[in-house]
């Protein structure tokens, strides 16, 4: 082989060398930035899931801090409504119970209820009270069942109210007594 073929070999073959080192290197560079990109990824996707699932967390938090608030807010106006229908039908039961103060049934409701407090009461002694605009009804009370009934001031809107000391008894059925029990158990369903 003559010089210039050994000199042509020789710098083939440290070509092909130099050639293969670049290879391996570029090889090994790929690989070192693969695994950085690997590694950079997954360090990445954590870090977002976190704050995906912070900014889910906050976002659940003033959802539901705000649908307690719309809660609250619409019990409120129920509520509202409520009292203002409660308050609204018991001023017609009121009128209702004005206009049936008038009339003839109301007369013999009283005098049933007499009667049955005299038949609670028996030989024992009972106060009957009757409110001022019920006084014309004392006559008759008197000559039905020789009874005299007491004016009471606090007796407004109609009814009576029994006394029996004797047994401990007292029988309120008065309307204010009445319509102050129906409010308390009074309530509005939807």
């Not at 003033?62 to 129920?78: C, D, G, M």
């Not at 004005?98 to 005299?118: C, G, S, V, W």
């Not at 030989?123 to 004016?151: A, H, N, Q, T």
Request: glycine content about 2%.
């Amino acid at each position: 082989m003559t010089i210039e073929e050994k000199l042509q070999h020789f710098t083939m073959v440290t070509i092909e060398s130099v050639h293969e080192e670049c290879e391996k290197s570029l090889e090994e560079f790929k690989k070192e930035q693969d695994w950085k990109y690997e590694t950079h990824k997954e360090q990445y996707l954590v870090e977002a899931r976190r704050k995906e699932k912070s900014l889910r967390d906050t976002i659940e938090r003033q959802a539901s801090k705000e649908y307690t608030y719309e809660q609250l807010h619409i019990k409120r106006k129920i509520n509202h409504k409520q009292n203002e229908l409660r308050a609204r039908l018991f001023e017609l039961v009121e009128k209702e119970l004005n206009d049936f103060r008038e009339t003839k049934e109301y007369k013999e409701l009283l005098l049933r209820e007499i009667k049955e407090a005299m038949d609670i009461a028996k030989e024992s002694e009972i106060f009957i009270y009757i409110g001022p605009k019920d006084e014309d009804i004392m006559e008759d009370v008197y000559k039905k069942y020789s009874v005299r009934l007491l004016v009471n001031e606090n007796i407004v809107k109609g009814g009576m109210r029994a006394e029996i000391p004797s047994k401990n008894i007292l029988i309120d059925n008065t309307f204010e007594t009445k319509i102050s029990e129906a409010k308390e158990k009074f309530i509005i369903t939807l």
